[in-house]
T-cell receptor, first 113, second 111 residues
Framework: NAGVMQNPRHLVRRRGQEARLRCSPM?????VYWYRQLPEEGLKFMVY????????ESGMPKERFSAEFPKEGPSILRIQQVVRGDSAAYFC???????????FGPGTRLTVL | SQELEQSPQSLIVQEGKNLTINCTSS?????LYWYKQKYGEGLIFLMM?????EEKSHEKITAKLDEKKQQSSLHITASQPSHAGIYLC???????????FGKGTRLHILP
C-alpha cells in the first residue's frame, strides 16, 4: 500500500509565477490536509479537504492560495503570484473516513527566487 | 487557541544513553501525536495517545500521556544514530481536523 505521494518534491519558481503542488492520498483515505513548514518555524495547518469539499481553510492565507480535492485525481494546492515569503516545505497528510491518524507525504520544497 | 510547547528545543546525546522529550499543552488534549522528521524529509508517524495515563511503546521508544491529558513525554532508551532527527508532538484538541504542532525537538546522537 503506497503512502501519501507528493509531487514535485522540489519546485523552483520566480516571483510572480504560479506554483502547483500535488498530493495523492493513501488508498482508502478520503481526507486530505495541507500544512506549511517555514524555515525555523513549526508545522502550521493550512486547509482540510474531503472529495470536492473544503471543510476547514482557517489556516490558508486570504489571497493567492487555493486548494482543491476533485472527485478524480490528486489534491492540488495552488499558489498564485508567488513571493519570496512563500518559500517553504509544504506537506500533505491523509486520513481514512473515520477521523484517525494523519499520515504525511514527503513534502514539496518550494523555493521562490 | 491551543499551543504546544516542546522541551528541550535541541538535544545532543551520546550514543547508548537514554533521553526524554516533553510536550506540554495549554489545554486538555483529545489526542496527542508523536512524529519524527528526518532533516529535509517528511514526517513519520510514531504513536498516538488518547487516554489519560496511557503509555505506548515501539521498539526503544516509549510515549506517555499524563492523567490530565495536558502533558506527554517521549522516552528513548539506549539511543542510536538512527534516532537522530526532529521530534514533533501534535495535538488534536477538539477531535476536529487540524493538528496543532509544537516547534519540535532536534535530537543529535554522538557516536
Amino acid at each position: 500500500n503506497a503512502g501519501v505521494m507528493q509531487n514535485p518534491r522540489h519546485l523552483v519558481r520566480r516571483r510572480g509565477q504560479e506554483a502547483r503542488l500535488r498530493c495523492s492520498p493513501m488508498k482508502g483515505h478520503s481526507h486530505v490536509y495541507w500544512y506549511r513548514q517555514l524555515p525555523e518555524e513549526g508545522l502550521k495547518f493550512m486547509v482540510y479537504l474531503q472529495k470536492e469539499n473544503i471543510i476547514d481553510e482557517s489556516g490558508m492565507p486570504k489571497e493567492r492560495f487555493s486548494a482543491e480535492f476533485p472527485k478524480e485525481g490528486p489534491s492540488i494546492l495552488r499558489i498564485q503570484q508567488v513571493v519570496r515569503g512563500d518559500s517553504a516545505a509544504y506537506f500533505c497528510a491523509s486520513s481514512p473516513p473515520v477521523l484517525d491518524t494523519q499520515y504525511f507525504g514527503p513534502g514539496t520544497r518550494l523555493t521562490v527566487l | 487557541s491551543q499551543e504546544l510547547e516542546q522541551s528541550p528545543q535541541s538535544l545532543i546525546v551520546q550514543e547508548g544513553k537514554n533521553l526524554t522529550i516533553n510536550c506540554t499543552s495549554s489545554k486538555t488534549l483529545y489526542g496527542l501525536y508523536w512524529y519524527k522528521q528526518k532533516y529535509g524529509e517528511g514526517l513519520i508517524f510514531l504513536m498516538m495517545l488518547q487516554k489519560g495515563g496511557e503509555e505506548k511503546s515501539h521498539e526503544k521508544i516509549t510515549a506517555k500521556l499524563d492523567e490530565k491529558k495536558q502533558q506527554s513525554s517521549l522516552h528513548i532508551t539506549a539511543s542510536q544514530p538512527s534516532h537522530a532527527g526532529i521530534y514533533l508532538c501534535g495535538a488534536d484538541g477538539n477531535r476536529d481536523d487540524k493538528i496543532i504542532f509544537g516547534k519540535g525537538t532536534r535530537l543529535h546522537i554522538l557516536p
